[in-house]
């Protein structure tokens, strides 16, 4: 079956840019989540959607970030003016539900130049 | 809070066992362990919820210690296909996890 996709699978961009990235979770899955990676670096936690109820936001680092979630499925993150350190790679991952193996897209690699 | 791996890297040959920690400064409802590849999304390992238990898969296995907020993945007769980082993952009980930074594996022929 079809895993988690992500798109773009690379993404370069001049700061101060709008950058949108979307998910595409497994179907069936209510829990979506977002991570960024920087480089040799470990997961850093972004946000996480579960079905209808409000998305915990407490990991996006500053109010550039958003994301939402339509019709309980498909998530875009979005990075308004973009800055050198927003650098990373960002990963989507969706689950059963809360607290269930997490499957991680292939991710988005962005640079900002 | 971020939980703490150690080590931070380890090299074995194949064939070696390694242990793997993974430890805590709250309370916690589970703990996830994931494997990446260089250049590869991570794949779930295992979890392991709170009450002591141990989960195992082929011969890698992990424990829960709730008590003292510390996981441990054991890695047995390790395989050239066991290389890679290793990441726990810690839920205080939101249902979203923290990362360790991950423990760097790499098996020698």
């Known amino acids: 079956g079809a895993g988690v996709s992500q798109s773009p699978s690379n993404k370069v961009t001049e700061k101060g840019k709008d950058v949108e990235l979307r998910c595409d979770p497994i179907?069936?899955?209510?829990?979506l989540y977002w991570y960024r990676q920087s480089l040799g670096q470990g997961l850093e936690f972004l946000i996480y959607?579960?079905?209808?109820?409000?998305?915990?936001k407490s990991g996006l680092p500053s109010d550039r970030f958003s994301a939402e979630r339509t019709g309980g499925s498909v998530s875009t993150l979005t990075i308004q003016r973009t800055q050198q350190e927003d650098s990373a790679v960002y990963l989507c991952?969706?689950?059963?539900?809360?607290?269930?193996?997490?499957?991680f897209g292939d991710g988005t690699r962005l640079s900002i130049l | 809070q971020q939980p703490v791996q150690s080590p931070q890297a380890v090299i074995l040959r194949e064939g070696e066992d390694a242990v793997i920690n993974c430890s805590s400064s709250?309370?916690?409802?589970?703990v996830h362990w994931y494997r990446q590849k260089h250049g590869e999304a991570p794949v779930f390992l295992m979890i392991?919820?709170?009450?002591?238990e141990q989960k195992g898969h082929e011969k890698i296995s992990a424990s829960f210690n709730e008590k003292k907020q510390q996981s441990s993945l054991y890695l047995t007769a390790s395989q050239l296909s066991y290389s890679g980082t290793y990441f726990c993952?810690?839920?205080?009980?939101?249902?979203?996890?923290?990362f360790g930074q991950g423990t760097r594996l790499t098996i020698n022929p």
């Open positions: 709250k309370a916690l409802y589970s």
């Open positions: 179907s069936g899955h209510t829990a």
């Open positions: 991952a969706s689950s059963l539900s809360g607290r269930q193996p997490q499957h």
């Open positions: 959607f579960q079905g209808n109820s409000a998305p915990d």
């Open positions: 993952g810690t839920e205080e009980g939101a249902q979203k996890l923290v």
């Open positions: 392991l919820l709170k009450g002591g």
